[in-house]
């Protein structure tokens, strides 16, 4: 039987706050969730001084600091991701995080996490995707934004570092916070099975967990969906994420669905 992937993307729904953040560990285990992945940068290295916010992320964040100011409270450092480390592998779930810079890289490196993604933002970075591939992992392309040339680059260049088919997943997503359900395409998941030799996933950034679930029975085989303990709390990404009874709502659809296509 199929069993699908399922990420719980924490993201930086710990507002700087490790204790926030071992609660997300906790919420996503309770919740069934495979992984649980956060964010690494360095929040000078990411955004000019100057750098204005975008609409979501005023909605929700105070209005007077700029989105380097914004991301600085949300950095975690070494320290902070050893630790998390540990927590997870007491409670037995996978850690991930995503590395936004050249550092943030080099830290996860060090760290020997077990596979790589790479943020949608980056898909055409190839010094980025150079520079990341280097570790002989299995390796997630997220594509928001992206077209099938674009794609079609990013993964000759994961290939060139020598990450086997088989250990690449072509993540589906839309980059819209939330988005639209009639923006998905969820269609989209055939067609990039049918261009490229990967698996397929696919990262919900939708209201509710229905979208996901589709995205299970049309054959995504790996699914991300942001995770918060409470969507009222100040911070970017609150408010387009799911808590955690929904969240385990969703994992027990998807695990239905994988029963059910046998």
């Known amino acids: 039987m199929k069993k699908t992937l399922i990420i719980a ?3 930086v729904n710990h507002n700087g706050d490790i204790s926030l953040a071992h609660k997300l560990i906790d919420a ?3 919740a069934g969730a495979d992984i649980i992945k956060f964010q690494t940068f360095t929040s000078s290295l990411l955004a000019t001084s100057f750098a204005e916010k975008t609409k979501y992320q005023i909605n929700n964040t105070p209005a007077n600091e700029s ?3 914004m991301l600085r409270k949300l950095e975690l450092g070494l320290d902070a991701h050893e630790e998390l480390i540990k927590h997870c592998e007491r409670r037995g779930i996978e850690f991930l995080s995503t590395a936004f810079d050249d550092n943030s890289i080099e830290l996860l490196k060090k760290l020997k996490l077990k596979r790589i993604k790479i943020p949608s933002g980056e898909i055409t970075n190839i010094p980025y995707i150079r520079k990341i591939c280097d570790q002989d992992k299995p390796v997630i ?8 040339e674009e794609i079609t680059i990013a993964l000759n260049e994961i290939k060139k570092s020598g990450v086997k088919d088989e250990n690449i997943t072509i993540l589906h997503c839309s980059t819209e916070y939330p988005a639209e359900i009639s923006n998905v395409n969820l269609n989209a998941i055939k067609t990039i099975r049918s261009s490229f030799n990967t698996e397929v996933g696919y990262s919900d950034h939708t209201d509710g967990i229905e979208i996901a679930i589709a995205a299970t029975a049309i054959g995504s085989t790996l699914i991300e969906k942001h995770i918060t303990i409470d969507r009222n709390l100040i911070g970017p990404d609150h408010f387009a994420s799911i808590e955690p009874i929904l969240f385990k709502r969703m994992v027990d659809g998807i695990r239905n669905v994988d029963l059910a296509l046998g």
Do not use: C, I, P, R
């Open 141 to 148: 392309l997220s594509t928001g934004m992206s077209n099938l």
């Open 9 to 11: 993307e924490a993201g």
């Open 28 to 30: 996503a285990v309770d």
């Open 67 to 69: 989105q380097q100011e």
